[in-house]
């Protein structure tokens, strides 16, 4: 079947260590790549443009970093609740976060340009 590009898209998913892909290809060449984790977390991706980025995780699955092919990243930390404590990332952005001992987020403090 012809998208409305009049390319055929292609989609294969499959299980490779422990983790999932898919690839994504049509007739003109374009092309995707993704992989997730057992559970499901994001882990990578790219493209036949050149575009790609990457995930981590801790044990609990917050997100500890992304970053891409154009040089920007991200960074979070966390308190033992899996609450966020910290996002810091590389446009000089900041951010800190405090809780009540219920879990409730009580403030948040930014600056930016951080460089």
């Known amino acids: ?23 994504y290809f049509n007739d003109s060449g374009y092309w995707e790549e993704s992989t997730f984790d057992r559970q499901g ?17 801790d044990e609990r699955c ?3 970093t992304f970053n891409n092919s154009d040089g920007y990243w991200e960074e979070y930390t966390y308190d033992e ?17 405090t809780y009540d001992e219920k879990g409730f987020r009580l403030t948040t403090k930014t600056k930016k340009n951080l460089k």
């Open 1 to 23: 079947m012809k998208n409305i590009l009049g390319t055929t898209d292609h989609l294969e998913l499959f299980h490779t260590n422990g983790e999932i892909a898919y690839d």
């Open 81 to 97: 609740s899996d609450n966020q404590l910290t996002f810091k990332d590389s446009d000089g952005y900041w951010r800190e976060y």
């Open 62 to 64: 917050n997100m500890l």
């Open 41 to 57: 977390n994001y882990l990578a991706f790219k493209s036949s443009e050149g575009y790609s980025c990457e995930y981590t995780y």
